[in-house]
């Protein structure tokens, strides 16, 4: 059983960045895809970017590709997502996750993944 936590987000200026992170607990990351997902208000669950387990390929939605970047520190079990050139529509409820151990599918959608953190806000002021 992976437990997933995450911590960052909070207030953040249009235009600013933050960095969330994401830690595992009861087992290492390291064969499990991680993935962030965000749900804002009356809106569903929608998939943010992810990482693979193998060689570390990152996916990432085309509303925050070239804004946004997934990495993953082995050494610290830890996964984060920088966000950067922050927008109000980016204010949500970001969800880190993990897959099973050596899945190897696609890591884009919410069913492809097991391990569910409680979620941080982010809140981006205009």
């Known amino acids: 059983q992976v437990q997933v936590v995450e911590s960052g987000g909070g207030l953040v200026q249009a235009g600013g960045s933050t960095r969330l992170s994401c830690a595992a607990s009861g087992r290492t990351f390291s064969r499990h895809a991680v993935g962030w997902f965000r749900r804002a208000p009356g809106k569903e669950r929608d998939f943010v970017a992810a990482?693979?387990?193998?060689?570390?390929?990152?996916y990432y939605a085309d509303s925050v590709k070239s804004r946004f970047t997934i990495s993953r520190d082995s050494a610290k079990n830890t996964v984060y997502l920088h966000m950067n050139g922050l927008k109000p529509e980016d204010t949500a409820v970001y969800y880190c996750?993990?897959?099973?151990?050596?899945?190897?599918?696609?890591?884009?959608?919410?069913?492809?993944?097991?391990?569910w953190g409680q979620g941080t806000q982010v809140t981006v002021s205009s």
């Open positions: 990482i693979n387990w193998s060689d570390r390929t990152t």
């Open positions: 996750a993990a897959t099973y151990s050596d899945y190897d599918g696609d890591i884009t959608s919410v069913d492809d993944f097991a391990y």
